[in-house]
Structures are given as C-alpha cells and as structure tokens.
C-alpha cells in the first residue's frame, strides 16, 4: 500500500501542471482504484487477471477520469475482486503545446461562446431561476463548481450559475479569447518607432511614448520579435522587446450593475443636452446683444456716414469716379420712388448691399476719400447718368466706371 501511495503521489506531482484541483483527485482515485484492482488480481489467483493501461495526457480541457466497474468489498480479507474488466477513461483533445502559465491561468476559467450579445446567469443551477447578471461575448469567469449541465462561475460581483452547454473552459476557452477579444501591445519605453514594415531599416511611420496602448493587427503576417500593430490609421510593425501584449477581457455584469450603468448614461446624456442646450441659449442671448450693439452703432451713424461706409465696403479700392458712382445708385434709388424714400432704408435693404461690416467701419470711421464721395453723391454728383444697380465688371452691359458696370 505504500508503494502504490508512492505511485500516485508521482503521477500527480509529475501531471501537476496539466490537472487542476478537481482532475487530481478524479485521476488519483481511479489510478488508486486500478492499482488495488491489480493487487487483487495477484492475491488471488483464482480470479481472472485484468490489466488495464492508463495513458495520461495533457489535454485541452479539464480531464475528467471515471471508473465504471461492479466491485465486490470481500468481508475480512482485506482485498477487492473485480466482477467486470475496469476501463479508466480520459476525455482529452488534440494535443496543444502551451505555455505552462497559460494552463495555470486558464486552466479555471470559462467564457460564454456562440452567443449574440450575452448569456444569463442566475441564482441557481435551474432554467427557472432568477437572472441576477450576464456573462457577455468577450467576459472572462472563474469556474467553482459543475454541477449536471451547468457551471458555478464568479466574475467581478455576479456569482451564479451559466449552462455549461453553451460554455467552453480551460485552453479551449484561451484559445476562443484569441478570436474574439481584441488584443493590444502596450508601450513600455518612451519613443517607441512604429516602422512600415518588420525591419530596423524600414522607414519610420510614427514614434510612440510609454504606456500607449496600440491595437495589434491580427491578419497581419507573423515575424519573429515584432509585433504586427495599428495605431489611429496608421499599421506597421514595433519591436516585441518593448511591449507589453495582453488581451482586452471583460468581467460579468449583475442586473443592478447594468441598471445603474444605464441610469448613468441616461444622466450623462440629459446632462450634456442641457448644457448643450444652455450654450445654444447663451449664444443666442450673445448674438442678439451683438447685433443690438452693432445697431446701435449704425443708428448713431449720420446719412453722410452712412454712405461713406456703403461707398467704402463697396468700392473702397476704386477710383474716386467709382466711389462717387456707388453713393450715386444709393442716392438714384432715394429719389426713383420704387425704393425707401431714405439713405438708411435703401442701403439696408434685403439682399441689395453688403452690410455685414457696416458697424465696424463705422465705429473706426470711413476712410475721407469716401466721406467726400458721399457728401458729392448727396449733393447731386452722378458719375453713373441716373442709374440704380451696378456689378462686378464684365459681368453685364451697361456704364463701366473702373471695376463696376453701371445699369
């Protein structure tokens, strides 16, 4: 007995890293079995010899080990017959090489997988249950127990139960992390060089500072010592030594959680259109109080001063035949009887003058050479012979006078 004591102490020290806690004892109580099963053979020759072999290998999910046998407890001997051959049977996969702190890591944890947005948990292993949380697509959760067609998981505060139908765990569920998570390369070192292509000696398309978070470019090719990554719109390749890569994972969310999330955003975005709302009003109150302003600037202004300012917005640049001609549509259209009967009224009419700068030439005042055009054009001058529109040369016939044509 003690030297099948031994034994299975080395089996489990020796498959330490590919078991967890729950497939050590499965597979040490039924290699227990087997070994006790075989001293019963030999103690009693009378009985058939069974031989089994176990081939323990690590597998891509936690190993299962079962015993099905009829055993009889012989009363007073001390040993064990068997009444049918023992079959020990591991429930492994492919083999995968991993590293062995990815078994570790993974070994307890279980991900939701062909599911649309999110798989509920509730408060007990039965359908009918209540639902006090989801495990969603990308969140990771800690296996507790498994009970018949369901697992007890714990992620962040949900602690509840999922169908194991609709789950995978250990390296299986690493591997299904790898497809559907996003993973990143996070920037350990300052001036990190982002290069077009896996090379020291490809040109540099960015340089990067520490703790920057690229997003790596899994359909990128793979090469040795760099890292495939996409940074904005911009990809290429960044040394491996100076990253740090991990995946992006979630962690359930309870009903509560979800619920005073939702009730954040809600508040969140009342918020923000309030005070969009409150700028809007203050912008307007602010324009309203320009305009205000700028009127009370062009009331103030005399006939004369008005004039200038059209005469200077409109032909500021022309000759002085051109400026006078312009304060003469102005006064034409005064006296013609099919416009206002004033200055102020005929230069502000809608869509005939440009008036949008007319209170700042008046506040700093109109330059002289328009002044003196305005009092001219005030005091009969006509360069234009009674006309009441003008435009930009060449854009119509009729009177030019520098720049402008007549009509």
């Known amino acids: 007995m003690i030297r099948n004591s031994n034994t299975i102490s080395s089996f489990c020290t020796k498959n330490k890293k590919y078991l967890n806690k729950r497939t050590m004892q499965s597979a040490a109580l039924s290699v227990a079995m087997v070994l006790l099963i075989s001293g019963a053979v030999v103690c009693a020759p009378s009985e058939r010899k069974v031989t089994t072999n176990v081939d323990i290998q690590p597998a891509s999910t936690a190993g299962v080990f079962s ?43 279980v991900m939701a997988k ?8 509730r408060e007990d292993a039965d359908q009918t249950s209540e639902v006090i949380g989801k495990l969603r697509k990308n969140d990771i959760a800690t296996l507790v127990d ?40 996070t920037t350990d070192v300052n001036g990190l060089r982002m290069r077009s292509e896996a090379s020291e000696d490809s040109k540099i398309i960015k340089v990067v500072s520490k703790g920057t978070k690229l997003e790596v470019n899994d359909e990128a090719e793979e090469v040795e010592g ?28 309870t009903l509560e959680e979800e619920a005073a999330a939702q009730k954040a955003a809600e508040e969140a975005a009342a918020k923000k259109a309030a005070e969009q709302a409150a700028m809007a009003e203050q ?10 302003a700028k009127q009370a600037v062009i009331t103030s202004a005399d006939d004369v001063t ?38 102020e009224g005929v230069i502000f009419q809608k ?42 040369a060449g854009s119509k016939e009729g009177l030019i006078i520098g720049n402008h044509v007549f009509y």
């Open 67 to 109: 015993a099905v046998s009829a055993m009889d407890a012989s009363a007073g001997t001390g040993l064990v017959s068997a009444s049918a051959d023992v079959s020990v049977v591991a429930a492994t996969s492919d083999q995968v090489k991993f590293d062995d702190d990815i078994y570790d890591e993974w070994s307890d944890k």
């Open 114 to 121: 062909d599911i649309n947005d999110y798989l509920y948990i």
């Open 146 to 185: 498994v009970f018949d067609g369901w697992y007890e998981i714990e992620s962040g505060n949900a602690h509840g139960f999922v169908s194991a139908e609709h789950c995978i765990t250990g390296i299986d569920a690493y591997e299904y992390a790898l497809d559907v998570c996003d993973t990143y390369a």
């Open 226 to 253: 760099w890292i495939a990554v996409t940074s904005g719109n911009k990809t290429g390749y960044v040394k491996a030594d100076y990253v740090d890569v991990d995946m992006e994972t979630g962690e359930a969310i």
């Open 283 to 292: 912008a307007k109150i602010a324009a309203a109080e320009a305009a205000a």
């Open 306 to 343: 008005l004039l200038a300012a059209i005469i200077q917005i409109e032909a500021g640049s022309e000759c002085y035949d051109g400026q006078v001609a312009v304060g003469a549509v102005v006064m034409n259209r005064v006296l013609s009887g099919s416009y206002t009967n004033n200055i």
């Open 351 to 392: 869509g005939q003058f440009a008036t949008s700068r007319m209170s700042s030439v008046i506040s700093k005042g109109p330059k002289a050479s328009c002044i003196q055009a305005a009092q001219d054009a005030m005091a009969g001058a006509d360069p234009t012979g009674g006309r009441t529109h003008f435009r930009r």
